[in-house]
């Protein structure tokens, strides 16, 4: 992968990752010699890492700290675990305190060859006009329920997705674009969203790899698994882990 940052058991590179998260809003890790890894070893290492800049947290109230995402063969295409694309969003856009940083660690890759991870700068939130930033800022969108989640607040259920006076001044997920029924804010949501898929970049995560978002400079999605998906013994599709992380960075301010 391009600017791979090696991960081993002497040296977590915490510095580098923390360069890449500051500057290009995620950072591409490579755990060396993870072969020779349990999944365990693997997940103790990566925690180590994540420790070194923020407190990883738990959110799920129901699952362990690390939480399986695999594949559903009667999931929604479009959701997490479906085979379709899921689309750019931040996690929990509808909580209060969304985590800091989103880890996703590649245990199993797609064997279609398909799930390729999507990454878009928040910062091209810049290249908006005026009066689309205004509809932006109406607190008129809503996506989800906050239920029996941990560590992130309250459902704050609508939200605005420009927001001087939020600690999270950008709140997105792609899916606004299906519930949006008023024309004019559609159409601000498809401005917003033109400007993401220009801007799109693609990685393909190795197993042992894994990529760490910094959710207040980039969000991210997934290409659609390969087909065949129903031939693939289900303990052979893919499979990512997620981890959780709040820290104290320096949020990115979209308003310059």
Request: charged share 25%; glycine share 6%.
């Amino acid at each position: 992968m391009p600017n791979e940052i090696l991960v081993t058991k002497s040296d977590s590179n915490s510095e580098r990752i923390a360069s890449a998260l500051s500057v290009d809003g995620y950072a591409l890790i490579s755990l060396e010699d993870h072969a020779h890894m349990s999944l365990e070893s693997a997940m103790n290492l990566l925690d180590d890492c994540l420790s070194d800049l923020a407190e990883p947290i738990r959110i799920f109230a129901n699952q362990s700290e690390w939480r399986p995402i695999g594949v559903k063969l009667d999931r929604a295409p479009d959701r997490s675990e479906g085979v379709g694309q899921s689309p750019l969003h931040m996690d929990f856009v509808n909580a209060q305190n969304p985590p800091d940083l989103v880890m996703l660690y590649c245990q199993r890759p797609d064997p279609a060859g398909g799930g390729q991870t999507t990454l878009a700068p928040i910062s091209a939130v810049a290249q908006l006009d005026d009066d689309v930033r205004e509809i932006l800022r109406d607190r008129r969108y809503s996506d989800g329920q906050v239920v029996n989640l941990l560590n992130v607040g309250i459902d704050i259920n609508p939200f605005a997705v420009l927001n001087r006076d939020d600690s999270w001044s950008f709140r997105y997920t792609e899916r606004l674009l299906k519930s949006e029924t008023n024309d004019e804010t559609l159409q601000a949501l498809q401005e917003l969203d033109k400007i993401f898929r220009s801007s799109v970049q693609v990685v393909s995560l190795r197993d042992g790899d894994a990529v760490l978002i910094n959710q207040h400079m980039a969000v991210h999605g997934r290409l659609p698994l390969g087909n065949g998906q129903y031939s693939i013994p289900s303990d052979s599709r893919r499979l990512i882990w997620q981890r959780f992380g709040r820290t104290q960075i320096d949020h990115f301010n979209i308003f310059g």
